[in-house]
Nanobody, 122 residues
Framework: QVQLVESGGGLVQAGGSLRLSCAAS????????MGWYRQAPGKQREAVASIFSNGVTHYADSVKGRFTISSISRDNAKNTVYLQMNSLKPEDTAVYYCNASPTRVLPDANNWGKGTLVTVSS
């Protein structure tokens, strides 16, 4: 089992930046992929960015060129994934969730964080 804790959300003006963090603990050696998802009010959860154990990354078209996902190497009992968000837009407002998968398929139904709220004002 993996525990995920997100942080870094907050209120920012349009055009600003935030960096989200997701700290994974527990059976981190089983993790092969991690991803960020978001859910805006009244909308379905959507994929934002993902990173795989070989370093490959993927982004939603809506965030390409603005968001960057990165991960520090596994260190002791923790692994952290970051989401650098630049040039934020009001439509980026959402609760952002972290997910971790033991395979290369995301998301994993059992490994979700509780989320961190990002609010972008116009």
């Amino acid at each position: 089992q993996v525990q995920l804790v997100e942080s870094g959300g907050g209120l920012v003006q349009a055009g600003g930046s935030l960096r989200l963090s997701c700290a994974a603990s527990g059976n981190i050696r089983e993790i092969n992929a991690m991803g960020w998802y978001r859910q805006a009010p009244g909308k379905q959860r959507e994929a934002v960015a993902s990173i795989f154990s070989n370093g490959v990354t993927h982004y939603a078209d809506s965030v390409k060129g603005r968001f960057t996902i990165s991960s520090i190497s596994r260190d002791n009992a923790k692994n952290t994934v970051y989401l650098q968000m630049n040039s934020l837009k009001p439509e980026d407002t959402a609760v952002y969730y972290c997910n971790a998968s033991p395979t290369r398929v995301l998301p994993d139904a059992n490994n979700w964080g509780k989320g961190t709220l990002v609010t972008v004002s116009s």
